[in-house]
T-cell receptor, first 114, second 116 residues
Framework: DVKVTQSSRYLVKRTGEKVFLECVQD?????MFWYRQDPGLGLRLIYF???????EKGDIPEGYSVSREKKERFSLILESASTNQTSMYLC?????????????FGPGTRLTVT | AQKITQTQPGMFVQEKEAVTLDCTYD???????LFWYKQPSSGEMIFLIY??????QNATEGRYSLNFQKARKSANLVISASQLGDSAMYFC?????????????FGSGTRLQVQP
């Protein structure tokens, strides 16, 4: 069974704090993704990575950065958290280059910034 | 322009009846894939079904089928014989191109409620 885990289910941070969201997958997947989910907007892509140390911006990268030092781990960093970054964050991974391959999602982290 | 449009924010269906969740998409690529995911209240995203742009037959997976109409750019999900456990958010998504090294673009979702 593919497993994608995220470091926290719920997180409360203060405005201006640096926030790390960790994602780990255990199936040797090449591709990893960070999305945020907001009501009425669906999932929007923040960043993705298709190899170690590689990263590509998604649709809403502003205010975020990422790190992928090891194949199994993809971190999302909020350099200075703001209230408009209160959201559900979902990490996903997928194997190789096959176009038909679905993404496997983690359980999500609900982040509240006060 | 929206790449994936789900026009039904919420739907109700009686248990054991069939229901269709609408999805239209917009792409200039000839090669693309369409996905449906289910998100129960617990929050996890569950993959349901996939349709490739070159697939001639509609995809089916158990009680789920995908009504793919390429000319109309629609990829509706049909759930037959609805069950109470089908109550969830449903997302349509698209991957453009022939490589898995691309993210999915998601619609805004449809919340389905199955009534006993």
């Amino acid at each position: 069974d593919v497993k994608v885990t995220q470091s926290s289910r719920y997180l409360v941070k203060r405005t201006g704090e640096k926030v790390f969201l960790e994602c780990v997958q255990d199936m040797d997947h090449e591709n990893m993704f960070w999305y945020r989910q907001d009501p009425g907007l669906g999932l929007r892509l923040i960043y993705f990575s298709y190899d170690v140390k590689m990263k590509e911006k998604g649709d809403i990268p502003e205010g975020y950065s990422v790190s992928r030092e090891k194949k199994e781990r993809f971190s999302l960093i909020l350099e200075s958290a703001s209230t408009n970054q209160t959201s559900m964050y979902l990490c996903a991974s997928s194997p190789g280059a096959g176009a038909s391959l679905e993404q496997y999602f983690g359980p999500g982290t609900r982040l509240t910034v006060t | 322009a929206q790449k994936i449009t789900q026009t039904q924010p919420g739907m109700f269906v009686q248990e054991k009846e069939a229901v269709t969740l609408d999805c239209t998409y917009d792409t200039s690529d000839q090669s693309y894939g369409l996905f449906w995911y289910k998100q129960p209240s617990s929050g996890e995203m569950i993959f349901l079904i996939y349709q490739g742009s070159y697939d001639e037959q509609n995809a089916t997976e158990g009680r789920y089928s995908l009504n793919f109409q390429k000319a109309r750019k629609s990829a509706n999900l049909v759930i037959s014989a609805s069950q109470l456990g089908d109550s969830a958010m449903y997302f349509c998504a698209m991957r453009e191109g022939l490589t898995g090294r691309r993210a999915l673009t998601f619609g805004s979702g449809t919340r389905l409620q199955v009534q006993p």
